[in-house]
Structure formats: structure tokens, C-alpha cells
């Protein structure tokens, strides 16, 4: 028992340390952003400046004055609207939304099993008779009274593992209008499809929730980092809230990304889109790539096509953390005070999780010691 209380209060005092260094860490994300805010521009206007001069310099130089400073302003504006969601606020607010997209789409997945599990049920009820084929192989002859059937189908739908359908991309300029970014701001058609939140570990926990529903034992809903104010008071769920952090902070640069691409095409400078799924495949490492300036993407078409076939390269702008930090050397000062934050964090969580192991170890324990010596019952009192 004071084993058990001791191992208690040290998950308790590595709680209050965290809470304690939480006001830190949003001072850095806050002076992070402060500085990015401040430096976009001139990144932009370089990766334009380096399309439009060393690319295409014929197409920039065939543009009449006005467009030439219809896009330069087009720059600046999109740019500002940009910086006025790169606040702590709105940045963490975005993350908020991605992961309520996230749980949606895992509602979703568990719906399509359930589906799929209670239309092979009706099949099976509806008996062989009724039962429908399989390419040329029917249903087998009912067997005497008794006997069981082991079919070979499988209970739900083959494909029920395979991605969500990309959404079609627009083909012509992106509308890029304040919170309206893109097209994840929208609180029901978020763009969660590349958020990716484990991939086959992901699949796994649906089915396990399935097996559940299966059951009848309705699942408990998975705390998430965004629940209640402010930042997580344990370490795993503040790792947790620092990756969305940093995924929706490169969702607002690949929407920017977008923008400007737009409007490149529009005015004729860049004849060749790409779109949002590819950017995200470029993020996420998915891609490869031909080396490129900072925050632009040099892409081989068409995809997969070998070096020496002649293949045609498309070029456009992808904004990316580590881009703008190697351009910005206060920018990559306050990465850095960051990364040493998270350190901290991950040693604090592998401590962390290694004493509520013990926890629940002991009180695992302490359960079986009672369910084996149970309590004597109370004595009767004398009539």
C-alpha cells in the first residue's frame, strides 16, 4: 500500500512539473511563429523571384507591366491573410479541427466494417438458395441436419483497408480567403485524408472498437490533447499536442503553397498544377524528388518515369518548416529551443509511463489479493 501511494504522488509530481513548463514551451511556439510571421514574405518573394527569373524567365518577361504588379501585390496579400492565422490561437485551433476530422473518419471506418459484418450476416441467413455466387463458384449444397459450413468469404469487404478516395483537386486558381484556407477550415470537409494517425496501427484500433460494438460493449472515446483548456498535463498527450501543433502549422504554409501556385497559373508563369494530395505526398517524404531551391518542388513528369527517358520537370512552391528555417536564422533559434523542450518531454514521458506501469501493476495486485482472500463478514449482533 505505501508502495502503491508512493508511485502515486511520483506521477502526481511529474504532472505538476509538466503544468509548471507548459507556460515555457507556449512562449516558444509563440516566439516561433512570431518570427515566421515576420520572414514569410521575403521567403515567399524569393521562391517566386527564383521561378519567374531563373524557370521561366520568358513567360515573366511576356507579362504586361500591370500583371506583373497585379501579382506582386496578389503576393503581399496573400502572404497577410496567411500571417493572420499563424497565431498560437488560430494554429491550435486548426489542430483542434483536424483531429475532430480524424475522429470522423474513424466513426466512418468502424460504420463500413459494421456494414459489411451485418450484410454477410443477412447473406448467411438467407440460406444457399438464396445465397449469391462467386464469379463461377455458387454456394454449397446444404449438408445433412447438424453439420456446419466453414465458407471461404471473408465477413466484411475487401475493401474496406483501402484509403478514402482523394478529393478532385481544381484544376484553376485556388480561392484563398481568410479562414477559408484551401479547404481545410471548413469545420465538415476538413482535409484529413493525409493526416495519417498511425496508418495500420490506426486500421488496428478500429477494429478493435468493432470487436467491441461486435459485443455489444459500446467504446470508450479516446481522450484527445484538444479536450479541455490549455495545454495537456501529461507528457504522452503533450507529444501528442505538439504533433498536431506542428501538422496544422504545415497545413497553413501547403494552403499558402497552394494559393500561390494558383496564381502563377493563372498569370501564366506556371503551366502545370499541382495539386493538394501531391504537395502533401511531397511533406510527408512519399516522393521523389529532384533537388530544388528551398520551398520549391521540382517534380518528374510523369511520376515513376526513369532520369534518363527524357522526362519533363514541373516546378512550384511548397513552403516547408525546415525550408524557412535554414533561410531564417532566428527561425532555426527557436526550433532549436523547441526540439530541447520536446527532449524533455519524451524523457519525462518514458518516466512517465514507466511508473503508471508500475501503478497499475500494484493495483492489479492489491485486486487479486482481495479476490483470494476476501474479507470475513461482518458478525452478526446477539438479538
Known amino acids: 500500500m505505501l508502495v502503491l501511494e508512493a508511485a502515486a504522488r511520483q506521477l502526481k509530481e511529474l504532472e505538476g512539473q509538466l503544468l509548471a513548463s507548459n507556460p515555457k514551451l507556449e512562449n516558444h511556439l509563440a516566439l516561433y511563429l512570431q518570427v515566421l510571421r515576420d520572414g514569410l514574405l521575403a521567403a515567399v518573394q524569393q521562391a517566386c523571384f527564383h521561378l519567374a527569373t531563373q524557370v521561366y524567365p520568358d513567360r515573366y518577361g511576356g507579362l504586361e507591366p500591370s500583371s506583373r ?124 485524408e493525409s493526416d495519417g494517425d498511425g496508418g495500420q496501427d490506426s486500421m488496428l484500433s478500429v477494429l478493435a472498437e468493432v470487436f467491441q460494438d461486435w459485443q455489444g460493449k459500446a467504446p470508450t472515446p479516446a481522450p484527445t490533447p484538444w479536450d479541455g483548456e490549455g495545454l495537456p498535463a501529461t507528457p504522452d498527450m503533450l507529444l501528442a499536442w505538439i504533433g498536431g501543433f506542428e501538422l496544422a502549422l504545415s497545413r497553413r504554409l501547403r494552403n499558402l503553397s497552394h494559393a500561390l501556385n494558383g496564381e502563377l497559373l493563372r498569370l501564366g508563369i506556371s503551366r502545370t498544377v499541382v495539386p493538394l494530395n501531391l504537395l502533401d505526398a511531397a511533406l510527408a517524404g512519399e516522393l521523389e524528388l529532384v533537388e530544388a531551391p528551398a520551398n520549391l518542388l521540382r517534380l518528374p513528369l510523369p511520376l515513376g518515369i526513369e532520369p534518363d527517358l527524357g522526362r519533363i520537370e514541373a516546378m512550384a512552391v511548397l513552403l516547408r518548416p525546415a525550408d524557412l528555417e535554414l533561410e531564417l536564422a532566428k527561425l532555426r533559434t527557436c526550433r532549436t529551443r523547441i526540439q530541447q523542450h520536446v527532449h524533455e518531454v519524451r524523457r519525462m514521458a518514458q518516466h512517465y509511463r514507466r511508473i503508471q506501469r508500475r501503478v497499475q501493476a500494484l493495483e492489479a495486485e492489491q485486486l487479486w489479493l482481495q479476490d483470494i482472500n476476501p474479507a470475513p463478514p461482518a458478525p452478526s449482533l446477539p438479538p
Do not use: C, Y
Not at 486548426?94 to 456494414?115: F, K, N, T, Y
Open 69 to 192: 504588379l497585379l501579382l506582386h501585390r496578389r503576393l503581399v496579400q496573400l502572404v497577410q491573410r496567411t500571417n493572420g492565422l499563424l497565431s498560437l490561437e488560430r494554429v491550435v485551433g486548426h489542430a483542434a479541427q483536424i483531429a475532430r476530422q480524424q475522429q470522423r473518419e474513424r466513426r466512418s471506418q468502424r460504420r463500413r466494417v459494421l456494414d459489411s459484418i451485418a450484410e454477410f450476416g443477412a447473406e448467411q441467413e438467407e440460406g444457399p438458395e438464396q445465397g449469391p455466387e462467386k464469379g463461377t463458384e455458387k454456394w454449397p449444397e446444404q449438408g445433412p441436419e447438424g453439420s456446419v459450413h466453414l465458407g471461404m468469404a471473408l465477413p466484411i469487404a475487401s475493401d474496406f483497408l483501402t484509403p478514402r478516395v482523394e478529393r478532385p483537386q481544381p484544376a484553376g486558381p485556388v480561392k484563398f480567403d481568410g479562414e477559408g484556407d484551401g479547404d481545410d477550415d471548413r469545420e465538415g470537409d476538413g482535409d484529413g
